[in-house]
């Protein structure tokens, strides 16, 4: 099945690569693979040698610093003990081997050599003794892009009534609210315990006065009186629905609803003018207010893959957004198209969206060219990849086998023309396409939360005097922009410690 190769002549060979010299030889450090990832583990081992540190491949008792990323001192121990078969010590202040946090590795990767251990690098104690001990709760950061925020977490009855007053605020266009209402719920979703009171959240950074009071509300009486306003509101409701059109933002929904509109028939019978993205998203609103399951937006996968590579067979196609974060359900799906060789990646998103047009797949869409040119002078939300704004005719899959296995060669969709015969079903697709030294940036942009995007410009505008945004990251003062290959590097550039997508639930 392989190639055969040619064995190249001994003499001919090229020099293998030298390796890099040890600088610390005393130093020997074991990354645990648990929660960390092969990938991630082999990342950090080639950075580590190339700074000098030697990396042992096996735990053994060699090793004098252990390092781990969202282990537990417990989960660690116990982890080693089942590879190796060995019992280990367990006193919290372990010093042979040090058992550490991944922040003592950043640091000493910065410092470019071992960081003094403190007690701040140890690993704490977690789990149940943490639960128990109600002191205090455990400190945050006060940068979302500080933290690790899981997809679920155990106060989401008080996050989720944050969230409903801060998308209230935004409805109501008052934008600073709205956004002290998600730092607020940002905070809490990376508490890795259960509130008991509000009182043990009046330390918490952004946890002040209005959000303490509903804190304490949903502790004391399971609901706030205010969630319970809004939910009967007519005027949240409606802009509620209005902007939960595709195309319609917070302004058309303000203005229609000043119109009168108050359902989506009014707007025919007021007579309301669409562009043809509102018309689309009306036309297919009870497809698109269903949440797109993971296993559909792999189908959608499968039939943009196939479409792409009919006309560049290797293009790297990335599924980012909730997704990546680890969401079993979206709001729709959003992929990053990219290529190293750029002459590839010219004209190829509107090949493959004509084709699939042509196969009937698409029921609408619209490109944006790419606008970017120019490094911005301060921290921006603008984004100028060329993006296909789509909504997909997903076929059934519980239409029969053919109908699962739509996205193979040749597969088309005649039936979408009879309405009566409704045998795939409206799907939203974000298609953007990024230059390949832009696409760490990108994909660091696009695999959001909201929130922690926004946060992270924050921190490296406010904190760096850098800004960032999702073609790359600028040194203002110096007028040049800062290169990097991948999302790790990105945040080792911003003195931050690695999060992984599913902790950028903020
Ligand atoms: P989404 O709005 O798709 O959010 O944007 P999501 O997290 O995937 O959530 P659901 O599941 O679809 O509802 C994904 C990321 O892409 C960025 C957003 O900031 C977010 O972080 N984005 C989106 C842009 O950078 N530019 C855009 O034009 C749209
Ligand atoms: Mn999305």
Same mark, same amino acid.
């Given at each position: 099945?392989?190639?055969?190769?040619?064995?190249?002549?001994?003499?001919?060979?090229?020099? +293998?690569?030298?390796?890099?010299?040890?600088?610390?030889?005393?130093? $020997?450090?074991?990354?645990?693979?648990?929660?960390?990832?092969?990938?991630? @583990?082999?990342?950090?081992?080639?950075?580590?040698?190339r700074?000098?540190?030697?990396?042992?491949?096996?735990?053994?008792?060699?090793?004098?610093? &252990?390092?781990?990323?969202?282990n537990?001192?417990?989960?660690?121990?116990? $982890?080693?003990?089942?590879?190796?078969?060995?019992?280990?010590?367990?006193?919290?202040?372990?010093?042979?081997p040090?058992?550490?946090?991944?922040? $003592?590795?950043?640091?000493?990767m910065?410092?470019?050599?071992?960081?003094?251990?403190?007690?701040?690098?140890?690993?704490?104690?977690?789990?149940?003794?943490?639960?128990?001990d109600?002191?205090?709760?455990?400190?945050?950061?006060?940068?979302?892009?500080?933290?690790?925020?899981?997809?679920?977490?155990?106060? !989401?009855?008080?996050t989720?009534?944050?969230?409903?007053?801060?998308?209230a605020a935004?409805?109501?266009?008052?934008?600073?609210r709205?956004?002290?209402?998600?730092?607020?719920? !940002?905070?809490?979703?990376?508490?890795?315990?259960?509130?008991?009171?509000?009182?043990?959240?009046?330390?918490?950074?952004w946890?002040?006065?209005?959000?303490q009071?509903?804190?304490?509300?949903?502790?004391e009486? +399971?609901?706030?009186?205010?969630?319970?306003?809004?939910?009967?509101?007519?005027?949240?409701?409606?802009?509620?629905?209005?902007?939960?059109?595709?195309?319609?933002g917070? @302004?058309?929904?303000?203005?229609?609803?000043?119109?009168?509109?108050?359902?989506?028939?009014?707007?025919?019978?007021?007579?309301?003018?669409?562009?043809?993205?509102?018309?689309?998203?009306?036309?297919?609103y009870a497809?698109?207010?269903?949440?797109?399951?993971?296993?559909?937006?792999?189908?959608?996968?499968h039939?943009?893959?196939?479409?792409?590579?009919?006309?560049?067979?290797?293009?790297?196609?990335?599924?980012?957004?909730?997704?990546? @974060?680890?969401?079993?359900?979206?709001?729709?799906?959003?992929?990053?198209?990219t290529?190293p060789?750029?002459?590839?990646? !010219?004209?190829?998103?509107?090949?493959?969206?004509?084709?699939?047009?042509?196969?009937?797949?698409?029921?609408?869409?619209?490109?944006?060219?790419?606008?970017?040119?120019?490094?911005?002078?301060?921290?921006?939300?603008?984004?100028?990849?060329?993006?296909?704004?789509?909504?997909f005719?997903?076929?059934?899959?519980?239409?029969?086998?053919?109908?699962?296995?739509?996205?193979?060669?040749?597969?088309?969709?005649?039936?979408?023309?009879?309405? +009566?015969?409704?045998? $795939?079903?409206?799907?939203?697709?974000?298609?953007? &396409?990024?230059p390949?030294?832009?696409?760490?940036?990108?994909?660091?942009?696009?695999?959001?939360?909201?929130?922690?995007? @926004?946060?992270?410009?924050?921190?490296?505008?406010?904190?760096?005097?850098?800004?960032?945004?999702?073609h790359?990251?600028?040194?203002?003062?110096?007028?040049?922009?800062?290169?990097?290959?991948?999302?790790?590097?990105?945040?080792?550039?911003?003195?931050?410690?690695?999060?992984?997508?599913?902790?950028?639930?903020?």
């Amino acid at each position: 099945m392989f190639p055969h190769k040619k064995r190249r002549k001994e003499a001919a060979a090229p020099p +293998g690569p030298v390796a890099p010299p040890v600088l610390f030889p005393d130093v $020997w450090i074991f990354l645990v693979e648990r929660r960390m990832g092969a990938a991630r @583990r082999g990342f950090l081992t080639s950075l580590a040698q190339r700074k000098g540190f030697c990396v042992a491949p096996e735990f053994s008792g060699a090793v004098t610093h &252990v390092v781990s990323e969202q282990n537990s001192f417990t989960d660690v121990l116990s $982890w080693i003990e089942r590879k190796t078969g060995k019992p280990m010590q367990s006193a919290a202040d372990q010093t042979s081997p040090h058992i550490l946090d991944i922040g $003592w590795f950043t640091e000493s990767m910065s410092l470019g050599k071992p960081a003094t251990v403190e007690a701040r690098h140890r690993l704490g104690i977690l789990g149940s003794q943490m639960c128990e001990d109600r002191a205090a709760l455990p400190s945050v950061a006060p940068y979302a892009c500080q933290r690790q925020t899981p997809l679920t977490h155990p106060n !989401s009855e008080i996050t989720d009534a944050l969230e409903m007053l801060g998308k209230a605020a935004a409805l109501q266009g008052s934008e600073v609210r709205s956004l002290a209402f998600a730092r607020a719920a !940002s905070v809490i979703k990376s508490l890795p315990i259960k509130l008991r009171s509000a009182n043990e959240a009046k330390n918490l950074v952004w946890c002040g006065g209005h959000c303490q009071a509903v804190i304490q509300e949903i502790l004391e009486d +399971g609901t706030c009186h205010e969630v319970e306003e809004l939910k009967v509101s007519e005027q949240y409701r409606c802009m509620e629905l209005l902007t939960s059109v595709f195309g319609v933002g917070v @302004r058309t929904a303000e203005r229609w609803y000043k119109d009168g509109v108050r359902k989506l028939s009014d707007l025919e019978e007021l007579n309301i003018k669409l562009t043809a993205d509102q018309r689309a998203g009306i036309e297919h609103y009870a497809d698109l207010k269903q949440p797109v399951t993971l296993e559909e937006a792999e189908r959608v996968q499968h039939l943009i893959k196939d479409a792409l590579c009919r006309f560049v067979p290797d293009l790297t196609i990335t599924m980012t957004g909730g997704f990546r @974060r680890g969401k079993q359900q979206g709001h729709d799906v959003d992929f990053l198209i990219t290529h190293p060789d750029q002459e590839s990646l !010219s004209g190829v998103l509107e090949k493959a969206v004509d084709w699939m047009d042509s196969q009937g797949l698409l029921l609408y869409h619209h490109t944006k060219v790419r606008s970017h040119v120019h490094a911005p002078r301060r921290s921006t939300h603008m984004d100028g990849h060329e993006t296909c704004y789509a909504i997909f005719a997903l076929p059934n899959c519980d239409t029969g086998r053919s109908e699962c296995e739509a996205g193979a060669p040749g597969a088309t969709h005649s039936d979408l023309a009879s309405p +009566g015969a409704h045998t $795939w079903r409206a799907v939203r697709v974000d298609l953007v &396409v990024t230059p390949h030294d832009e696409y760490p940036f990108a994909l660091l942009g696009w695999t959001g939360s909201k929130h922690f995007e @926004r946060e992270l410009r924050r921190f490296s505008w406010h904190e760096k005097n850098l800004s960032l945004n999702s073609h790359g990251l600028y040194d203002t003062e110096q007028d040049c922009s800062i290169p990097a290959t991948s999302e790790e590097e990105i945040f080792a550039l911003l003195g931050l410690q690695y999060v992984p997508p599913p902790y950028r639930n903020a």
